[in-house]
């Protein structure tokens, strides 16, 4: 069983810039890995849909994070497109940490968006992006079957 710094790496970046500690992540019951960049147009459709989503599961009290993971061609457009979202950020530089991500879960496209357990990183669905679609409330939340 990976311990999730193992598959996330040690830090990630918090949207007002702070370093935020993978082992910090423990406490929450989902997270999220989100595979999208700015230059992709479903993703700048979805982007908003799960930032909403997001707010309004916290604001529910729900233990959820989401960790975005850029496929952009530079850094300034990965820090111009996380700008627009309230989540964590795996940190840009990582480009061996991102290829090992999608190689691990299987990505073929994007946006992807795949929920995994906190505690080991072991994959819950795949298919975030349709659950955050058809359970728009997070009425099912955390989909654990």
Known sequence: MAHL?????SELIGQDGSVVPVSSLTDVDLIGIY???HWCP????FTPVLGDFYKKLRA?????EVVFVSSDRDQASCKE???SMPWLLLPYAERGLKESLAEKYSIR???TLVLV?????STISSEGRNIVTADSDGEEFP???
């Open 5 to 9: 710094e193992e598959i996330l790496g």
């Open 35 to 37: 595979f999208s960049a």
């Open 42 to 45: 479903p993703c700048r459709g």
């Open 60 to 64: 529910a009290g729900k233990k959820f």
């Open 81 to 83: 497109y996380y700008d």
């Open 109 to 111: 496209g994007i946006p």
């Open 117 to 121: 357990d906190p505690k080991d990183g």
């Open 143 to 145: 989909w654990k079957k």
